[in-house]
């Protein structure tokens, strides 16, 4: 069954450091999203991208962060410089199309310290 | 900012008996409607959806029934299994609006005991 990858499963920063989140989105897939859960909290959207532009994003993903494809398969997430309020799960997910389900990726932990 | 809420934060049921997990909404723009299954350190995983232009949906032992006047839905499991064990979190979009975007409310935990 196709997945959505992520990687690293788990990375630690050290506060004002840049960081890159890779997601290989689901190969048929057409419109991508960020979402992070900060521990004990729910699930919040980040951004979501579509035909190379972002099309959508919340007040969190502020001027820090980014998001490319830099080829046919991934898509990233940068933060520039990162808080320890940056702190949490990133999942990235997937949709074949803007009304069908979000398939998530397995997440990744990032911690800043 | 809780357009989406689980008042539940946890539910415990036996084996062999239903399941129902309830979710309210705000939102009256909100027109698809999801439930995720999270197990710890995992993605979530979809469940079953319902748009509302329906108000029931049922796969296998998933049934979501939506009711738009009350903005209120919930996921019935029949019957419960040890391994639907696991946060599940009931999520909503605006998609006539424009936003595919998914708003998540906090999870419930449920735990089904054998």
């Known amino acids: 069954e196709p997945e959505v990858t992520q990687t690293p499963s788990h990375q630690v920063t050290q506060m004002g450091q840049e960081v890159i989140l890779r997601c290989v989105p689901i190969s048929n897939h057409l419109y991508f999203y960020w979402y992070r859960q900060i521990l004990g909290q729910k699930v919040e959207f980040l951004v979501s991208f579509y035909n190379n532009e972002i099309s959508e994003k919340s007040e969190i993903f502020d001027d820090q962060f980014s998001v490319e494809r830099p080829d046919g398969s991934n898509f990233t997430l940068k933060i520039r410089s990162t808080k320890l309020e940056d702190s949490a799960m990133y999942f990235c997910a997937s949709t074949r199309d803007k009304a069908s389900e979000a398939f998530f990726g397995q997440g990744t932990r990032l911690t800043v310290v | ?114």
Not at chain 2, 41 to 50: C, N
Not at chain 2, 75 to 87: E, N, R, T
């Open chain 2, 1 to 114: 900012d809780q357009q989406v809420k689980q008042n539940s934060p946890s539910l415990s049921v036996q084996e062999g008996r239903i399941s129902i997990l309830n979710c309210d909404y705000t939102n009256s723009m909100f027109d698809y409607f999801l439930w995720y299954k999270k197990y710890p350190a995992e993605g979530p995983t979809f469940l079953i959806s319902i748009s509302s232009i329906k108000d029931k949906n049922e796969d296998g032992r998933f049934t979501v029934f939506l009711n738009k006047s009350a903005k209120h839905l919930s996921l019935h499991i029949v019957p419960s299994q040890p391994g639907d064990s696991a946060v599940y979190f009931c999520a909503a979009s605006a998609l006539q609006g424009g936003s595919e975007k998914l708003v998540f409310g906090k999870g419930t935990k449920l735990t089904v005991n054998p």
